[in-house]
């Protein structure tokens, strides 16, 4: 007797389940919770779960006469390659994702972006500036300019607003980004000031915090400028130890400066100083000031540009799925109808800016640059746009 | 050429005084228990977390005393961080190595045991601190000082001065001591020792006392050196730092101490003048060389067994 009454609910639950699921679209989250930058997996989440509410709250999201309720699923990456890569899958097979947002290093996007791929699901990484991502991968799209457009931006900024004629590049060269946009900044400069202008080159490995033999070289080889690529957590020491060896000159950083926790684990020491990034919290206007006052209302914190792009990011999946005009069931059909939809959106209007798909080739955005100073007061202020 | 050469020996010394503090720590316990106790990185770990929450709390205006100038924060810090760094050592001993030491368990397991304790450190501050990095407040004001060319700060100095003192200090402790020679005993035959009415766990006790505050002070000065701290920060220059005492001669307190600035100055020399990518392939190749030549390590003494 008991049994069948288990039973009898287990055929009930059983029922349940999808029937509910028909009226839900699931979206993966493949980001950092734990390891190196769980500050960007908070920035994601922080970001994805304010627009969630935004959208269940006012009902759901329509797509053509039906309306969804969003579903996100957060996945910890583990601020690791290989654990991208599983938790793509994870999110694909187990989860059935219609689509994948994340990973947000191009450590993880890059490996992430070949299981998306490989499995046919629609990916947006918002903040991988790595060419690699998207490359060849018609489901991996990008949320933000590319390394190959942020290294040439930084050195046309060395040059005209710091006025630049050597240069020294300090970089990770176990990581896939600051070892890219080590090189694409070594080249732009190049191009520019001659062979040899940059004076030095100086490489190191992930987890290393004594930088003192490279800054020696640094130091002694006397560049105008310092391009550091690298993450929040790194560049307060780079910055420290290379005040403590003398160093005067200014430092130019990339947009991984912007995420996380910079100015509460750099102190004073890091004012003054430039970054290129995809927007700037201080000085915004319109929707994206609304966007940063609701998150700042909710989260008691500045937006960063992971949270800003992770919006964006996401926000365009969400349109390109309205576009769609309905979906099928059918998972395989519809990531793949999705990921028509999203490279066919010409016009993006997002709070990072304007944004669309070129008809051919990879899906990479055109979109312009911010450099930012880091003022007085630790804030990061809108100093100048770089457009391509 | 000249100027950068002595530049990258301060480097050197200063990065090679970390490794020597924490392979000291190695170097005690082994010497004592023939135990590698693995945890050991992780214990400079949780000195250096407990020299951020000692610090945070007398420093600024919410601090214990209100206005403590830096130095006397730093003062206070140093026996506080040795003290309560000396506790969770010691409890890891009490909790973990005594039962099984009593049980008279094959000492691998001891090993594997002081490993997983080493995640529990590690996994237990993820947990209870969360992932965030910590910024470590500044107790001195970095000075930097031009000499012909070269440029030294205080910190690097202060760090150098701290190795070499403690060096000098277990040396004495080891060497000179009535307790100090109780340790030696044991480690030359632990069997025998209590029929002498040694109390062998008191002496077990002081030398994790006297291995765990070192790692502590290391915490604490490394924290000020590169002032952010993870919860991960102590696995890799733990493991590092294990080596240079197998280099140097694992239960020698000279041959940790030498192989610690020798392993800093191999890694610091190779990225000077190599891409950093052949750092530790250099380094490990040397550190190699100089086993396969002498197995028992710079200052080590052949011994019957070994793990």
Avoid at chain 1, 39 to 54: F, P, Q, R, V, Y
Avoid at chain 2, 276 to 285: M, Q, V
């Amino acid at each position: 007797m008991k049994r069948s009454w288990l039973l009898a609910l287990f055929l009930i639950l059983g029922l349940a389940v999808p029937a509910r699921a028909t009226d839900t679209i699931k979206l993966g989250f493949n980001i950092p919770l734990t390891g190196d930058v769980p500050d960007l997996g908070e920035s994601t989440k922080n970001a994805a779960e304010m627009l969630k509410k935004k959208i269940n709250d006012a009902g759901g999201l329509k797509v053509g006469d039906k309306t969804y309720q969003l579903d996100f699923i957060y996945e910890d990456n583990e601020s690791k390659a290989e654990s991208a890569l599983s938790t793509a899958r994870k999110l694909i097979t187990e989860d059935d994702v219609l689509a994948i947002v994340g990973p947000q290093s191009s450590k993880q996007a890059v490996p992430a972006g070949e299981a998306s791929n490989d499995l046919k699901t629609p990916m947006m990484a918002p903040w991988s500036t790595n060419p690699n991502t998207t490359k060849d991968r018609p489901f991996v799209f990008r949320g933000c300019f590319m390394d190959t457009f942020q290294g040439p931006v930084a050195a046309k900024f060395a040059t005209e607003e710091l006025k630049a004629k050597k240069a020294a590049v300090l970089y990770d060269i176990a990581s896939d980004y600051p070892k890219g946009l080590a090189e694409d900044f070594k080249a732009a400069f190049e191009k520019m000031h001659g062979p040899g202008s940059v004076v030095a080159f100086e490489t190191f490995t992930t987890k290393d915090v004594d930088f003192s033999a490279q800054l020696t070289n640094i130091v002694k080889a006397n560049p105008d400028v310092l391009f550091v690529p690298q993450y929040y957590n790194e560049v307060p020491l780079i910055v420290k130890q290379a005040k403590a060896m003398g160093f005067d000159k200014p430092l130019l950083g990339s947009d991984s400066w912007g995420s996380g926790d910079l100015m509460g684990l750099c102190g004073d020491d890091c004012k003054g100083y430039y970054f290129v990034t995809h927007y700037a919290a201080a000085g915004a206007k319109g929707k994206t000031k609304e966007f940063i006052d609701e998150y700042t209302k909710t989260y008691k914190k500045t937006p960063d540009d992971v949270a800003a792009l992770t919006w964006d990011g996401t926000n365009l999946v969400l349109q390109a799925i309205q576009s769609m005009g309905k979906l099928s069931g059918d998972m395989a059909k519809d990531r793949e109808a999705l990921m028509k939809a999203m490279s066919g959106i010409t016009q993006f209007h997002g709070i990072t800016g304007d944004l669309s798909y070129p008809a051919t080739g990879d899906h990479n955005p055109i979109k312009c640059a911010v450099v930012v100073k880091i003022d007085q007061a630790g804030k990061f202020g809108f100093f100048r746009s770089v457009c391509p | 050429m000249l100027q950068s050469l002595i530049q990258n020996v301060l480097n050197a010394l200063q990065w090679g005084s970390f490794y020597s503090l924490i392979a000291l720590g190695y170097c005690l316990v082994y010497g004592v228990l023939m135990l590698i106790n693995f945890a050991h990185g992780d214990i400079f770990m949780v000195g250096a977390y407990i020299a951020f929450f000692v610090c945070s709390f007398f420093l600024g205006k919410y601090g214990l005393i209100g206005g403590l100038p830096g130095w006397m924060v730093l003062a206070l810090a140093v026996p506080l961080t040795m003290l309560l760094t000396a506790v969770v050592g010691v409890t890891l001993e009490r909790v973990a190595y005594r039962p099984l030491r009593r049980k008279g368990v094959n000492r691998l397991y001891v090993v594997i045991t002081a490993l997983m304790c080493g995640l529990i450190l590690e996994n237990g501050n993820l947990a209870l601190l969360g992932a965030s990095r910590r910024s470590f407040p500044t107790l001195i004001s970095t000075k930097v000082f031009h000499i012909g060319g070269v440029v030294v700060t205080n910190m690097k100095l202060t760090v150098i001065g701290v190795a070499i003192l403690s060096f000098l200090l277990l040396q004495i402790v080891v060497n000179r001591t009535k307790i100090g020679m109780a340790m030696r005993a044991i480690s030359y035959d632990r069997f025998a020792v209590p029929l002498m009415g040694i109390p062998v766990d008191t002496v077990i006790v002081f030398t994790f006392v006297l291995g765990s505050a070192f790692a502590g002070l290391a915490g604490l000065f490394f924290a000020m050196t590169y002032p952010v701290l993870d919860p991960y920060m102590g696995a890799l220059i733990g493991w590092k730092a294990f080596i240079a005492a197998v280099v140097g001669g694992i239960g020698s307190i000279p041959g940790a101490f030498a192989g610690g600035f020798l392993l800093g100055f191999v890694e610091i020399m190779v990225v000077a003048f190599f891409p950093s990518t052949f750092r530790d392939l250099i380094a490990f190749t040397i550190l190699l060389l100089i086993l396969s030549i002498r197995p028992t390590g710079l200052f080590g003494v052949a011994q019957r067994t070994k793990i």
